[in-house]
């Protein structure tokens, strides 16, 4: 056995798992807040643009990390400054994702509160990253890096997230206190389980600082750093695919939910497929690493991109052979039933009401609507607002039954498609960003690894600005989402064409590394 095979079979080290444990702290943001649980919540209350606004939410709060991420890169090579801006990065998401759950009542107030809580989760993760050269060996990042994400899948991604969907279930999709639970044990889980990471991970390579150090010499390490990633082709090339592929994954995980919610599949059935992502990945993450050693990273990575891409595609057709049908039954439900009971003011016929045109799609408003009429049964009162209310329903159902089978079948295919994508991006999220991240790791100066990582984030953070504004631009421009999710498509066909030209480059810089 060589010596690099006996390194990387070791034991993980104390520090390597207090590492690890992060991606399990931190994960529950991801899962419920940025992909899951709190998209839907936010589409709901924000109303009929709510997506649109999250995406412009989204590209808010990654351009700033972005612009940061440079310069708290370099500021954090310095001696004793990497695990300060660690805890208030950290902190600062905590704070504000608490806040989100108190200002549930305002749409607005809950935007900024995301906006200001992503913030602080992103650049916690920019130190985090950089914190692997501090932790491991390079013969050892592929390994540690990998079993991060798997941790974070099995740990974060997937207990509190279990649970927020138990309180959901028993208390209601639509309860505000199932609601604020959900948020809350994200800040709780995230700060209780940082702590072994605040204990004993220190930064062990840095810049000393000296006399002259000052803003002007931190911007001119900037500037190194920037001709060093420029004059490296091969690491140039790398981080220029890393644009463009990371871009649509990471939008991938910012708008599958609100994208389906804008679509009417059913809340709780894409948070269940969204918890098969999550099972899938934990082991697919290490088996990713594996495969990255038998075939080289840049290999590993490029079947990798040919997943999303295909992903990209049946996200569009999801959608695309769904819309139709979805607006030809709105147009219906509006002209041939809500509008003729506009006048009802008894609180049963409106709820009735409102609840009609989601009773096919969301579980909540079949619900409602089967208690109210059973309510209504037992008390055997006679409300001419509610038999109105029924009459119009079943005279429309009579009339347009064609229109409702035709929404059915489309609703149960695109679910069908949503849950094949679920499975397919477990496959490669985890394995995309923990080789990536380990790969760049491998190949950058260990003593100015946060500036090289501050870098390698502003990429990908510059990347999540233009992928969910993308979304949401060409959504608002041609009314259809689909034509946003076929958008990303573009972006992954750059990263995999990168990839596969810039061969020579990348494979020398491989094979440089291993000697």
């Keep these: 056995m060589s010596k690099a095979n006996a390194e990387a079979k070791k034991r993980f080290t104390k520090k390597e798992w207090s590492w690890i444990m992060y991606d399990w702290a931190n994960s529950i943001y991801a899962t419920n807040i940025m992909a899951a649980i709190f998209p839907t919540i936010f589409v709901a209350i924000a ?15 990654t ?9 708290l890169g370099a500021v954090a090579d310095y001696k004793g400054m990497k695990k300060k801006l660690f805890t208030a990065s950290m ?8 806040m989100i759950a108190l200002v549930m009542n305002n749409w607005r107030l809950m935007l900024v509160g995301y906006i200001l809580s992503r913030i602080g989760f992103s650049a916690s993760c920019l130190f985090y990253d950089s914190f692997l050269t501090d932790v491991t060996t390079d013969e050892r990042m592929d390994k540690v890096s990998s ?7 099995i740990g974060g991604s997937t207990i509190p997230f279990v649970i927020s969907i138990a309180v959901l279930l028993i208390l209601g999709y639509g309860s505000p206190i199932a609601q604020k639970f959900s948020i809350i044990i994200v800040s709780v889980w995230w ?27 931190i911007f001119r390490n ?7 990633i420029f004059q490296r082709k091969g690491l140039f090339l790398f981080v220029l695919a890393y644009f463009f592929y990371i871009d649509g994954v990471g939008t991938i995980i910012s708008i599958s939910t609100a994208y389906g919610t804008v679509l009417g599949l059913g809340s709780v059935g894409m948070i269940l497929a969204l918890l098969v992502t999550q099972i899938v990945a934990m ?11 038998k075939i080289t990273a840049r290999k590993a990575l490029i079947g990798a991109i040919i997943i999303y891409t295909l992903i990209c595609c049946v996200g569009f057709y999801m959608g695309y052979s769904l819309e139709p049908h979805q607006e030809a039954y709105e147009t219906a439900v509006k002209a041939e039933f809500t509008d003729q009971l506009s006048d009802i003011t008894d609180e049963t016929a409106i709820a009735l009401r409102d609840a009609a045109p989601k009773i096919f799609t969301d579980k909540d408003a079949e619900g409602k609507w089967t208690a109210e009429i059973a309510k209504y049964t037992q008390e055997e009162i006679s409300n001419p607002e509610v038999d109105r209310v029924l009459g119009a329903f079943a005279q429309f159902l009579g009339n347009k039954i064609d229109v409702v089978e035709n929404f059915r079948g489309a609703i149960s295919l695109s679910t069908i498609l949503f849950w094949a994508m679920a499975f397919m991006v477990g496959t490669v999220q985890g394995g995309i960003q923990a080789v990536s991240r380990s790969y760049f790791g491998k190949l950058i100066p260990k003593e100015r690894s946060n500036e090289f990582f501050g870098f390698f984030d502003i990429f990908g953070k510059f990347a999540s600005v233009m992928g969910p504004f993308l979304y949401a631009t060409i ?18 066909l750059v990263g995999l064409i990168i990839m596969i030209r810039g061969k020579k480059e990348l494979e020398a810089l491989e094979n440089g590394n291993k000697e």
């Design 475 to 492: 959504g608002a421009w041609t009314g259809r989402s689909s034509f946003g999710v076929l958008a990303l498509i573009a972006l992954f």
């Design 191 to 217: 700060l209780v389980f940082s702590i072994p990471f605040l204990k004993n991970v220190e930064q062990t390579h840095y810049i000393e600082r000296t006399p002259d150090t000052s803003v002007g010499q």
């Design 147 to 153: 079993w991060g994400y798997a941790m974070g899948y």
């Design 63 to 71: 351009f700033i990390v972005a612009v940061l991420a440079p310069i």
């Design 283 to 293: 082991p697919c993450s290490i088996w990713f690493a594996n495969i990255a050693a």
């Design 222 to 228: 900037i500037g190194h750093t920037a001709k060093d």
């Design 91 to 98: 902190l600062v998401g905590v704070v504000f994702t608490f």
């Design 47 to 61: 109303g009929d643009a709510g997506d649109i606004w999250w995406g412009y939410g989204t590209s808010i709060a």
